[in-house]
């Protein structure tokens, strides 16, 4: 199951929520602030092509960001 990448419009509280695909676009509440502003940013399961395993490790380019 993909992980989804949300942040809170509200309070900026970004969080990962591993949610079905049929799951992922409903409405989420942020868990700081109980706000149901949270957005989902990209599915971290399918952002990153891998196409050089030989270097495999941390890809913080891949990332999203920034969340602030
Ligand atoms: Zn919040």
Do not use: W
């Amino acid at each position: 199951m993909p992980i989804y990448e949300y942040r809170c419009d509200e309070c900026g509280h970004a969080f990962e929520m591993i949610r079905s695909v049929s799951q992922s676009d409903q409405e989420l509440h942020c868990p700081i602030c109980k706000s149901p502003n949270a957005k989902r940013l990209m599915s971290v399961f399918s952002s990153c092509p891998t196409s050089d395993s030989s270097s495999a490790g941390s890809a913080p380019s891949c990332r999203p960001g920034p969340f602030t």
